[in-house]
């Protein structure tokens, strides 16, 4: 062997020796991971199992039930209200209102005039006299147009339908004091907004027309009748029908399967957001025609629905829960609409307040935040690891895991309280996982659910729930008396069996009687503070008032 060979074959070897330990060290690195994480997990599984969290799946999938006493063996359920994405159904609920080919004809909804303040008011009679500079101006423009529409149905997407035909609308006439006359984009931003429509942006906005020397007409796009959408829903009869004897029968069971977490069939959210909104808009309608028992039985099958489809189908998921919450939110605030129009009468209200009473989200959303923390134990199997050891994955599970226990701290469905320091408590631990991602936190970071969100969602909707129960049982009062009490006590046990308390803090919710003859109700909110019942901006400040909007 000459010496060029020689030498060639020893860094050849050296080479050789050196990948060997290379791969000797990763490997080594490997299974020092995976034995470390593995080890983790199952000492936190180990220490959760015994505070009571069972980690197996089976125990939460509920039996199969015999097809013709399951709400989903009628065919129509089960293609409608399960799945992701846009359904047959669902997309027939869309209303075509701003879709409609040729619609650009514009609804006058104020007579705007700009003058200096010592012009004065204008000589026609009727004009409110604002100032530019007045933090109340924008409140009492938007009071102003809000009246001369009203009253209106409003469809959760946006769109409004006048009880009055739109030429017997009278714009508002308003004259706006300024110094200097605002720009065109200075009056769009002051002024209201008739149409918060986020799904059709170029068709909510407000125009402000130029009608003359310091004269201008605010308009919108033309709305749809009361009339005209009950026409129109009123095609979905047959559905509505099936839907209702489908939800005769006991049980309820989505068809799927339920091995595997993820492989489970979930509700559609989808058809069941629009189904709620179509049918909420239906009440108001027919609250606005005076048709208080029609709004019921429309009211009540979106009260029925939520039973099979969102929370007796089993195991819980999160999804579910959180499309409950948005659902009750929404019956809730067509109640108020009702009150708010006096419309209601005691058949009614006795009904609704009964519907009222069995609603309780705090226990189905800690069993949708479990069934979160428990699907993970099967995603150590299911997660494509590549050039990840296991033992990150596990290592994740743990981080998550861990934070389980101020999950179920955070609230106490029991007793319907929910605690904010401990869920602010819980988002700061997320936060700083998030701003100090790890090997073995940078899954948890991006898996943990937004809980603060959630548990603030469902804690503002069961204060509403909570208030429109209150709220149905003083209206009754109210019809009885002529006048409404002068505390809340007075309502037990003829018109309510007892009062709820604040979901925040647990004490009676506030009220007192005005001598206008019409009263203020509130509860305290995320911040836990009374602040005399003034709302905040945010979810998060200020009280929470009845009702949740004008």
Same mark, same amino acid.
């Given at each position: 062997? $000459?010496?060029?060979?020689?030498?060639?074959?020893?860094?050849?070897?050296?080479?050789?020796? %050196?990948?060997?330990? &290379?791969?000797?060290? &990763?490997?080594?690195?490997?299974?020092?991971?995976?034995?470390?994480?593995?080890?983790?997990?199952?000492?936190?599984?180990?220490?959760?199992?015994?505070q009571g969290v069972d980690f197996k799946w089976a125990d939460y999938i509920s039996a199969p039930v015999p097809a013709d006493e399951n709400v989903f063996g009628v065919p129509e359920m089960q293609k409608w209200f399960t799945g992701r994405g846009a359904t047959e159904f669902s997309k027939k609920l869309a209303y075509p209102g701003y879709d409609r080919e040729g619609r650009t004809a514009r609804l006058t909804v104020a007579d705007l005039t700009i003058g200096l303040p010592e012009a004065g008011a204008p000589s026609y009679s009727g004009a409110a006299v604002l100032h530019w500079g007045d933090p109340q101006a924008q409140a009492e423009t938007d009071r102003l147009i809000q009246n001369a529409l009203s009253p209106v149905a409003m469809h959760p997407a946006g769109f409004k339908f006048t009880l009055r035909a739109p030429e017997k609308i009278r714009p508002a006439q308003i004259f706006l004091q300024c110094q200097t006359t605002p720009t065109p984009q200075e009056l769009?931003?002051?002024?209201?907004?008739?149409?918060?429509?986020?799904?059709?942006?170029?068709?909510?906005? &407000?125009?402000?027309?130029?009608?003359?020397?310091?004269?201008?007409?605010?308009? =919108?796009?033309?709305?749809?009748?009361?009339?005209?959408?009950?026409?129109?829903?009123?095609?979905?009869?047959?559905?509505?029908?099936?839907?209702?004897?489908?939800?005769?029968?006991?049980?309820?069971?989505?068809d799927g399967n339920y091995s595997e977490p993820f492989e489970m069939p979930l509700p559609n959210f989808v058809t069941v957001r629009a189904t709620?909104?179509?049918?909420?808009?239906?009440? +108001?309608?027919?609250?606005?025609? *005076?048709?208080?028992?029609?709004?019921?039985?429309?009211?009540?099958?979106m009260h029925d629905l939520c039973r099979p489809i969102l929370e007796e189908n089993k195991p819980m998921t999160l999804v579910s829960a959180m499309i409950n919450v948005g659902v009750r939110g929404l019956c809730a605030k067509t109640i108020a609409d009702g009150l708010r129009w006096q419309a209601w009468r005691e058949p009614q209200?006795?009904?609704?307040?009964? +519907?009222?009473? +069995?609603?309780?989200?705090?226990?189905?959303?800690?069993?949708?935040?479990? =069934?979160?923390?428990?699907?993970?134990?099967?995603?150590? $199997?299911?997660?494509?690891? %590549?050039?990840?050891?296991? *033992?990150w994955i596990y290592q994740n599970m743990v981080a998550i895991a861990n934070?389980?226990? $101020?999950?179920?701290?955070? =609230?106490?469905?029991?007793?319907? &309280?929910?605690?904010?320091?401990?869920?602010?408590?819980f988002n700061e631990e997320v936060l700083a996982i998030s701003s100090h991602s790890s090997p073995y936190t940078f899954i948890a970071a991006m898996a943990i659910p937004n809980f603060s969100r959630g548990i603030q969602n469902t804690a503002r909707n069961q204060t509403t729930v909570n208030q429109a129960l209150i709220a149905c049982a003083l209206e009754r009062y109210h019809l009885a008396h002529g006048d409404y009490p002068e505390n809340l006590d007075a309502l037990v046990p003829q018109f309510i069996a007892a009062i709820p308390h604040d979901v925040i803090g647990g004490k009676p919710p506030h009220y007192r009687r005005a001598a206008d003859g019409t009263f203020t109700l509130y509860s305290v909110g995320w911040s836990g503070q009374d602040n005399g019942g003034t709302p905040g901006k945010t979810m998060t400040e200020g009280d929470w008032v009845w009702p949740v909007f004008p």
């Open positions: 062997m $000459n010496p060029p060979q020689t030498k060639r074959w020893r860094v050849a070897r050296r080479c050789l020796v %050196g990948l060997a330990v &290379i791969f000797t060290l &990763i490997g080594l690195f490997y299974t020092e991971e995976n034995w470390r994480g593995k080890r983790a997990w199952d000492h936190c599984k180990r220490e959760l199992e015994a769009l931003e002051f002024l209201f907004k008739p149409v918060a429509n986020t799904e059709y942006a170029d068709n909510e906005k &407000i125009h402000v027309e130029p009608a003359g020397d310091g004269f201008y007409k605010v308009t =919108m796009l033309m709305p749809d009748t009361v009339e005209e959408f009950l026409k129109w829903s009123g095609q979905f009869e047959p559905e509505f029908a099936l839907i209702r004897k489908a939800l005769q029968r006991p049980y309820a069971r989505m709620a909104q179509t049918l909420a808009t239906m009440a +108001q309608c027919h609250i606005l025609q *005076g048709k208080p028992e029609d709004a019921l039985h429309d009211l009540t099958l209200l006795a009904a609704l307040e009964e +519907q009222l009473q +069995q609603i309780n989200l705090l226990p189905l959303v800690k069993q949708g935040f479990e =069934m979160e923390w428990v699907s993970w134990t099967d995603r150590a $199997n299911l997660f494509p690891v %590549g050039l990840i050891p296991r *033992g934070r389980f226990p $101020n999950t179920v701290a955070s =609230m106490d469905p029991a007793s319907q &309280i929910v605690f904010p320091d401990k869920v602010d408590a």
